[in-house]
């Protein structure tokens, strides 16, 4: 080990002295090296390693010029659940393309390994079943449970980009083995989705213009008795804002191109 910590001098243990007496206690350093540890084998891609609580950017709404109040309040509840951690729910993330959605759950797993010491999972949904589905060819080196495994015994997991336009039968039995997995354990479970609150009944749309399609009705194609533990399982967040990529990067590249 590298003599560069000063407390410990690389031997990861420091000495304390409590009631007169000296002993040693780990070192702090070493804690932080086993968090960055569990960072890295969280599997978060490259393009969210940045995503943090501090840097979630509450933008401000395009009419009202005030604070983006969805924004503000996924925010400070995403806060609160790492500060409050251990729980026993997770979040159902919830919004249009764009929100911000998987910024925040990526700083929740990142909080709660770095600050708290917690395993945390990242799968974008579609990835996983493409892993699944692969482990299936005879050249694969991998089988379907090796994939899975990790999935259902992670002590904290994130499932990213969960879409529910027409699920085959297939995806379906996925995920709901699954949840029901997790639900049994009791293991917590952050998910995206990409499917806002509302009704296209009644004519309520997304910031982009797009019919806003209703949870239940989506969440359902996936089965109702998936649906209802879900509901059990995690509390569900409205993330609602306009695209981040199309309101702010497009701009940031207008106004370095003039």
Not at 21 to 31: G, N, Q, S, T
Not at 188 to 199: D, K, R, V
Request: some cysteine.
């Amino acid at each position: 080990m590298k003599n560069e910590c000063p407390s410990c001098e690389g031997t990861g243990w420091k000495p304390i002295e409590t009631g007169g007496i000296r002993r040693v206690a780990r070192c702090d350093c070493v804690k932080s090296r086993e968090a960055e540890d569990l960072v890295a084998r969280s599997r978060i891609p490259r393009r969210y390693q940045h995503c943090e609580l501090d840097n979630f950017a509450v933008r401000k709404d395009p009419i009202s010029g005030q604070p983006n109040l969805y924004l503000d309040a996924a925010k400070r509840l995403a806060r609160g659940y790492v500060d409050e951690y251990p729980l026993d729910y997770g979040l159902l993330l919830i919004g249009p393309t764009g929100a911000g959605k998987t910024h925040l759950a990526v700083a929740i797993i990142r909080e709660l390994m770095l600050t708290k010491g917690v395993p945390c999972l990242f799968y974008d949904f579609r990835d996983l079943l493409k892993e699944i589905q692969d482990s299936y060819n005879a050249v694969s080196q991998t089988s379907e449970l090796q994939v899975l495994q990790p999935v259902l015994d992670a002590q904290v997991l994130l499932l990213d980009e969960l879409a529910a336009l027409n699920p085959s039968d297939w995806v379906k039995d996925t995920l709901g083995y699954i949840i029901n997995s997790r639900y049994n354990q009791k293991r917590l479970t952050l998910i995206t989705t990409t499917l806002p609150f509302g009704s296209m009944s009644a004519g309520v749309r997304q910031p982009s213009g797009e019919s806003v399609p209703d949870v239940d009705a989506s969440l359902n194609r996936y089965g109702v008795t998936l649906r209802s533990r879900l509901y059990e399982m995690c509390r569900v967040v409205e993330v609602q804002a306009d695209d981040f990529r199309k309101a702010v990067k497009q701009a940031k590249f207008r106004s370095a191109a003039e």
